[in-house]
């Protein structure tokens, strides 16, 4: 039953058209890489580095943010022409942030799991791979690619599989980001998942519009003990100042950070509203 169920009747038909199209992929996956195969690359990897953890870390000084490695979107085309993830990667650490997020969806945002490994090789930072969770075997996936953290999207879940997703993750010791759209998401997740880390997307899924009201208004209805995420369309440090009045201090941010010049810069400044440290 991992269909769009009744109460995301709200949902693009863009999303429905990724997960569905990620479902045919992960079947084709499946017949490539055994199960074998995953156990002995997850056993080759390096310990999971704490996500939630260094997002705890830099919010309690200052502010958290998730640099995303994002080529494109579906919405926005290219984003970044001089596409480089593991020097992204380095940029963005030098800069100030927390955590990476790195895109590794082919097909809709020219993502690649090579990114994901190239990108975290490069930096000591918690990963998350950015991706359209539609099968918990996409999460042993992850881990053997190295992730330390997987997305978890409400929209295109029902809470059986949302759930399902979340345990595999956890038993993989890896953090589970919650992705929620509108009140009636965030009382889904506040309902039947554990994990405290829920993230904010302010683009409406319908018109890919972004909006960070949004943000402001779900983040009235989750208690205290969760680390809020503010996600998409943030592109300040006045974004960051005006959000943190409503307690949310982690940020993910994409767009705003590929579309410039310097990267490390425009990540300080984002951090600061200053050039430099
Ligand atoms: O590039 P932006 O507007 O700063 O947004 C980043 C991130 O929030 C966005 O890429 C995102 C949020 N949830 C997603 C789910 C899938 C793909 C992408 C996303």
Redesign the pocket.
């Known amino acids: 039953m991992n269909i769009i169920n009744a109460s995301n009747k709200n949902s693009s038909n863009k999303l429905i058209e990724i997960c569905n199209f990620k479902r045919g992929e992960v079947a084709a996956r499946k017949a490539i890489k055994s199960n074998n195969f995953i156990k002995e690359s997850i056993d080759q990897q390096s310990k999971p580095r704490g996500f939630k953890a260094s997002l705890e870390k830099f919010s309690a000084e200052h502010f958290a943010l998730i640099a995303?490695i994002?080529a494109a979107?579906p919405s926005?085309g290219l984003?970044r022409a001089d596409f480089n993830p593991p020097a992204h990667a380095i940029d963005y650490e030098k800069g100030g942030a927390a955590c990476l997020?790195i895109?590794t969806?082919e097909q809709?945002?020219k993502g690649h799991d090579d990114y994901l490994v190239a990108a975290r090789n490069a930096v000591k930072l918690p990963c998350l791979r950015?991706?359209?969770m539609v099968d918990p075997w996409q999460i042993a996936e992850s881990r053997a690619l190295g992730a330390d953290a997987i997305?978890i999207?409400m929209a295109a879940l029902d809470d059986i599989l949302a759930k399902e997703i979340e345990i595999a993750a956890h038993e993989l010791g890896m953090d589970a980001l919650i992705?929620v759209h509108d009140e009636t998401e965030a009382e889904r997740a506040l309902t039947h998942l554990n994990s405290r880390l829920l993230?904010v997307?302010?683009?409406n899924l319908a018109t890919f519009e972004?909006d960070i009201a949004t943000c402001e208004r779900i983040s009235k209805m989750v208690p205290k003990d969760y680390l809020l995420v503010g996600?998409?369309?943030?592109?300040t440090h006045q974004d960051l100042m005006r959000l943190s009045q409503s307690g949310i201090k982690s940020f993910?941010?994409?767009?705003?950070?590929?579309r410039q010049d310097d990267v490390k810069v425009a990540t300080t400044m984002l951090l600061t509203g200053e050039k430099s440290i």
């Open positions: 995303e994002k979107s926005k984003i997020s895109l969806d809709f945002f950015k991706d359209f997305l999207i992705e993230g997307n302010n683009r972004t996600e998409s369309g943030i592109n993910l941010v994409g767009e705003s950070l590929m």
